[in-house]
């Protein structure tokens, strides 16, 4: 003791610390340790300076000691402790083990990685890049789940395609209304291909678009996708289709089929039934060309392929009227506002469609190579003022239906394209080639001038889905941008102030 009453730390902490080594009498268990934290951390620094060399069993027997505190001491010492051999308090997380199951107690490894707090989180911190990967990809899958159980269902759906269509839908009832059911058919990608047709009543245009869609000329025409007219509408005179019906193919090939135009029986089912028309049309006729001027100037806008039917050469009515629907066609929307005072004979404005005249039940002498060469020369000089782009993108010649022609014989060639009438190929519908001086000559069959309908409809289908695929808009379309276009463009040609002023002057 000193004179001032209190002790020398010299000699009688380190002089006891000493007695309690020799002996090893104090230590006891967990909880009962007299020496207090504030002595643990006075005496090692002073043993270091002291230099002297203790055996490692202490150091062991004192882990459980440390071990023992409350959680809140636990913290203090591994803040203030400088770099010892002393175990941290974080001891028990054993971050080193998770990685490297072979390091044992005592080794380097451990000793290095429990020296201090600071590097154990850095050690925790050095863990977390490989978990992302299984949290991401736990969080994606149950994003839409309430389970775990249902995550894989939820991930297959995402990958799947969209519904296969079996048979049309309206795009556009009977009363020239938009319907939006053709919207869950639909993906966002923007290879598509749009194709819709228009013709006179009667001239088979459902037939031709079932047989491009999805079916084939041997099946029942009852399970086509667009239904042909029965023969009890064939009979009485009507019509089968109302207003554009739809269908998508898992080729991404969008069919529109519309309504007869300038149909005799809309007009009749008009005046025979006393419908109502709507408050701006005075008369039924004046209605019913309306409907198709409508039709036909909403199929030049959304269209990259338009195919005009026939079933004779030629109506020169029809050609008036593709004239009159490209005159009332609605301006392409355009992104810069220098491009929207552009008059509608500029090309880089306005976007027109492909034109495809389809010569449907055509017959033998049709197939003629002079006949075919004055059909062609007689559609370029009809269409030789029109916009839409009636030449250039489909030819017969490279169809090898014509395997005498080279391909300099049509100058004037235009899209232009011959269906013979739908027979069957049995022996009965066939004229036999021989007579009874050659009967060897019976046995095969009679000429036909061309192609079996199978066989033509194939080259057709060929032709039309390797059109090119113009831009519609001044966008680029996926398949769900273009229904709301679409959409758009349908109501503005039903606002249309062209159309309005059109039929005004036809009363």
Request: aromatic share 6%.
């Amino acid at each position: 003791m000193s004179e001032s009453g209190h002790s020398q730390p010299g000699m009688y902490g380190q002089g006891r610390r000493r007695r309690r080594r020799r002996g090893d009498r104090d230590v006891g268990p967990p909880g009962q340790n007299l020496s207090g934290p504030s002595r643990d951390r006075d005496y090692q620094p002073r043993e270091r300076r002291d230099g002297s060399e203790d055996p490692p069993g202490p150091l062991i027997q004192k882990t459980p000691i440390i071990l023992a505190k409350p959680p809140g001491e636990r913290a203090k010492p591994s803040q203030n402790t400088p770099v010892s051999g002393t175990p941290v308090l974080e001891k028990p997380i054993m971050l080193m083990k998770a990685r490297d199951d072979g390091v044992k107690p005592g080794t380097p490894t451990e000793s290095a990685a429990q020296s201090s707090g600071p590097p154990s989180k850095i050690e925790r911190e050095g863990q977390r890049p490989t978990q992302p990967v299984y949290q991401i990809q736990n969080r994606g899958m149950s994003a839409s789940a309430s389970s775990s159980a249902l995550d894989p269902m939820v991930g297959q759906s995402k990958l799947l395609p969209p519904e296969k269509m079996k048979h049309s839908i309206k795009l556009v009832d009977d009363q020239m209304n938009w319907c939006d059911s053709a919207m869950e058919y639909l993906r966002d990608q923007t290879d598509m291909l749009v194709v819709g047709v228009i013709g006179l009543q009667g001239t088979g245009k459902s037939t031709i678009m079932s047989l491009l869609s999805a079916n084939t000329p041997e099946e029942d025409q009852r399970s086509f996708v667009f239904r042909p007219q029965t023969q009890e509408i064939k009979e009485r005179g009507g019509n089968q289709s109302t207003g554009i019906d739809f269908f998508i193919t898992q080729e991404r090939v969008i069919f529109l089929d519309t309504q007869p135009m300038l149909s005799p029986s809309i007009l009749d089912h008009l005046i025979n039934n006393d419908r109502k028309l709507p408050p701006e049309y005075n008369l039924p006729h004046t209605y019913v060309e309306m409907q198709s001027l409508q039709i036909a100037a909403f199929l030049f806008t959304v269209c990259h392929v338009v195919i005009v039917v026939q079933d004779w050469f030629t109506d020169l009515n029809l050609y008036r009227f593709l004239q009159t629907a490209e005159m009332l066609k609605p301006s392409t929307p355009s992104a810069s506002h220098d491009s929207t005072g552009s008059s509608g004979s500029d090309d880089g404005a306005e976007y027109y469609p492909h034109i495809v005249f389809l010569q449907n039940k055509a017959r033998r002498d049709d197939f003629c190579p002079r006949n075919l060469k004055n059909m062609h020369m007689v559609v370029d000089k009809l269409m030789a003022h029109s916009h839409l782009k009636y030449k250039g993108t489909l030819s017969m010649l490279d169809c090898n239906v014509f395997p005498g022609l080279g391909q300099d014989y049509l100058t004037t060639e235009v899209n232009m394209f011959l269906l013979p009438v739908q027979e069957n190929d049995g022996e009965d519908n066939l004229t036999k080639a021989g007579s009874g001086t050659y009967p060897l000559f019976s046995l095969l069959p009679g000429y036909r001038g061309h192609p079996a309908f199978s066989t033509m409809v194939s080259k057709l289908r060929s032709q039309i889905l390797a059109m090119p695929r113009c831009q519609l808009s001044h966008t680029i379309l996926t398949e769900k941008n273009w229904f709301h276009y679409a959409a758009r463009i349908w109501d503005g040609v039903k606002k249309s102030s062209a159309l309005s002023e059109y039929s005004r002057l036809l009363c």
